[in-house]
């Protein structure tokens, strides 16, 4: 099945930003993981097997509208502390939920309605789950003190 050059290119960014939340995610849990936070390290190794998860999706739509996936993931820097880690993973959520609103909307433009029903669904899971859940750690962080919600991730 042949898609739209336009549908297809924007899906081969939206997986090369899900193979780097992939990685971002993969590098914290291990650094949480490293440091003894148990709770943090269970979480996020969970929601990098998400993106993995996503990146499969688009990889898979992309060869079946004919393309050629770019499989390089777009650069980015791991956190160096706790609450830091947190706000890049979700600073990396509110990117991709952006560019999923935007890809529905070419999608759409286009009458892609499969590709945009992928996005959907990868957006109820940027914003129902991995945005809340990063959300509510940096909140728990500012009500109880840093020292306390990290004695709590252990």
């Not at 003894?36 to 190794?45: A, E, I």
């Not at 079946?64 to 390089?72: E, H, K, N, S, V």
């Not at 991995?130 to 940096?138: N, P, S, T, V």
Request: proline share 4%.
């Amino acid at each position: 099945m042949q898609g739209h050059p336009d549908v297809v290119d924007y899906l081969k960014d939206l997986l090369r930003g899900e193979l780097a939340a992939r990685d971002q995610y993969f590098a914290h849990s291990r650094i949480y993981e490293d440091q003894g936070f148990t709770k943090l390290f269970t979480r996020l190794d969970h929601e990098m097997q998400e993106e993995t998860q996503h990146a499969d999706a688009l990889l898979r739509r992309i060869l079946m509208l004919g393309g050629r996936p770019d499989m390089r993931p777009k650069e980015f820097t791991p956190g160096a502390t706790v609450p830091e880690m947190l706000q890049k993973d979700l600073d990396t959520e509110y990117e991709v939920r952006a560019g999923l609103r935007q890809g529905m909307e070419l999608c759409e433009k286009h009458s892609d309605y499969v590709s945009r029903d992928i996005l959907l669904a990868q957006l109820r899971d940027t914003e129902e789950d991995h945005a809340y859940w990063l959300e509510k750690q940096l909140s728990l962080i500012n009500m109880m003190g840093l020292p306390n919600y990290l004695q709590s991730q252990t």
